[in-house]
């Protein structure tokens, strides 16, 4: 799978960060808000991966279990989505899924030499399509992960997802380049961060 395009959105978030260094002295108050926002941008392209692979495991799936899916983060460890499917004939399905970070699971963030690594879950992803293949999309992806590196302390994912889908050229169900978007929260000691991209 190819990598996931990073957003502007999140370009901007590192530009005020970049501010906030150029600023007056730091307080504790801007430390824990910049370290709020890295709890989430080292989640970032994790989103967007669980829900790819969640995507992988419904147009790999025979019946109502979904075919385990995985994939290892940018900088090592892995992610791993499994869970089931609604079977039957109908256009309209729903995904229960489960997305687990292990082994140090970490991404590339835009903020130079910083790194944060992930390890824990389940989060439960939960995707409904609505008139398949032109669907509707929806769903929500929350839990818990515990970090290292550069932060400590645990990070919890609370976010909605809508966007559409088509078929894929292999008649593959596959997302609307740039309809999917996420919001919601990442909450951990550091603070909350508000989350608001387009995949």
């Known amino acids: 799978m190819s990598s996931l395009p990073r957003r502007s959105v999140l370009q901007l978030s590192v530009v005020a960060l970049a501010l906030v260094a150029c600023g007056p002295a730091d307080t504790g108050d801007v430390d824990n808000e910049a370290s709020a ?5 080292g989640l970032d392209a994790a989103v967007g991966r669980a829900i790819q692979l969640g995507f992988d495991g419904f147009n790999a799936a025979s019946n109502a279990n979904i075919p385990e899916q995985s994939e290892a983060g940018d900088l090592g460890g892995m992610m791993v989505v499994g869970g089931q499917v609604d079977a039957g ?5 729903g995904m229960r ?3 687990t970070l292990k082994d140090d699971y970490a991404d590339v963030v835009l903020e130079g030499d910083r790194m944060v690594i ?5 989060a439960a992803l939960d995707m409904n399509f609505k008139g398949l293949p032109d669907a509707d999309l929806t769903g929500t992806m929350m839990g818990t992960f515990v970090m290292a590196g550069d932060l400590a302390g645990d990070v919890t994912l ?5 966007g559409k889908t088509m078929a894929g050229p292999g008649g593959e169900i596959v997302r609307v380049p740039g309809t999917v978007a996420v919001t919601g929260t990442a909450t951990s000691g550091y603070g909350t961060f508000n989350i608001d991209v387009k995949l």
């Open 158 to 162: 609370n976010v909605s997802i809508v």
């Open 37 to 41: 926002r890295l709890a989430y941008l």
């Open 118 to 122: 992930y390890n824990g879950g389940p």
């Open 89 to 93: 004939a109908s256009n309209n399905k």
């Open 97 to 99: 899924l489960q997305v």
